[in-house]
């Protein structure tokens, strides 16, 4: 999975190669991230032998992010269809994991395992519709981006089948049941409301889709209410062993971590490694520990300038980065190897949608 990785990293870096355009500011951002990692993992040899060297192509791609311009990168002739078949790719992932489609399930563990061993095969007997994305937390931050797009598609150009789309991906975003998928669930139904008040049409439409789903769970398949009788929301808030609370409580995982971090605020790990701390479950804290507010700094500061600079629509470059910032919490994914990908395409994508506003306008 590792070397899958580093060829994508490879990859990544050719192809965005064409778009490079450095300022001074993103120069600082850049260089800032890399000597960084670089100065603090020499420091710390001092006190620590073991290294985890492989975490830096995210660390390195994600500051080759921050220099890069995609607002020439227009004209794309396909590209609202390549979004509605790599979306209903994973939304027909989705539901064959929710129905326990078998095919689907081996096919998921055979080349979309990650972390360890048993994370992927326990989303699917939970029936978690993670699709490609692995765990709940990445599949309910990416599942709700497609449904951003897709909502803010359907008001730019008011076909159907983005509503539906949208309606869809917010019903496996509701079954996937994690703190993360509970939060973005309610921003998704407060923006489909705000569509629905603007087009009454909508609203019937979006009905009709609930009813036909919920008489295909009561009649055919009444196997998947299963899933929600233990749906217990205040236990998924307040539950210990992930949200907020199994994040940052006095006995969470990541306890000793931010106990290191408190007592060496300025003696950060670099690519360093220790056996007695955590390195997931919050991007604020991963950076602390990996950089302290050096990296903490050029990563945020970066990633909203370059959000800035490449979103035609600057409202849009706000409401990414917030989304982004409320997922930082529980998980640093500006350093996800799916997301790094995914990225790019947002980009371009909304700048797309805005350029057509504009014009319609």
Not at 42 to 60: D, K, M, R, T, V
Not at 260 to 266: R, S
Request: hydrophobic fraction near 55%; aromatic fraction near 16%.
């Amino acid at each position: 999975m590792q070397s899958r990785y580093f060829i994508i990293f490879f990859l990544l870096l050719i192809a965005n190669a064409f778009f490079i355009k450095i300022t001074s500011r993103n120069l600082i951002f850049f260089l800032s991230i890399n000597i960084s990692l670089i100065v603090f993992t020499i420091a710390a040899s001092l006190w620590f032998n073991e290294y985890s060297f492989g975490i830096y192509p995210n660390f390195f791609t994600l500051s080759t992010l921050l220099i890069l311009n995609y607002t020439d990168l227009t004209g794309i002739k396909y590209i609202y269809n390549v979004q509605l078949i790599a979306t209903w790719l994973t939304i027909v992932l989705g539901i064959g994991i929710i129905i326990g489609n078998t095919a689907i399930s081996n096919f998921l563990i055979n080349n979309y395992s990650s972390a360890y061993d048993d994370l992927l095969p326990n989303m699917l007997a939970a029936r978690k519709p993670v699709a490609t994305f692995g765990t709940h937390s990445v599949a309910s931050f990416l599942l709700f981006f497609l449904f951003f797009m897709n909502i803010k598609t359907y008001k730019v150009r008011p076909n159907l089948i983005y509503l539906v789309t949208s309606i869809v991906l917010l019903l496996l975003l509701i079954f996937v049941r994690s703190n993360t998928a509970l939060a973005y669930s309610g921003i998704s139904f407060i923006l489909l409301f705000r569509t629905f008040a603007k087009k009454r049409s909508a609203l019937f439409l979006g009905l009709g889709i609930v009813v036909a789903i919920f008489l295909y769970v009561s009649v055919i398949n009444p196997s998947i209410l299963d899933v929600f009788k233990e749906y217990d929301v205040l236990k998924i808030l307040t539950s210990n062993d992930n949200g907020l609370a199994g994040r940052y409580s006095g006995n969470s995982v990541l306890a000793p971590t931010i106990d290191y971090i408190t007592h060496n605020p300025l003696v950060p790990l670099g690519l360093a490694y220790s056996d007695k701390l955590y390195y997931t479950d919050s991007g604020l804290i991963l950076y602390m520990l990996r950089g302290s507010v050096i990296l903490v700094s050029a990563i945020y500061l970066g990633f909203y300038s370059f959000l800035r600079s490449n979103l035609l629509n600057k409202r849009n470059a706000i409401y990414v980065f917030c989304l982004f910032m409320i997922f930082e919490i529980g998980y640093p994914v500006l350093i996800d190897p799916r997301v790094l990908c995914f990225i790019p395409f947002l980009i371009v994508y909304l700048n797309h949608l805005s350029k057509e506003a504009i014009v319609e306008s």
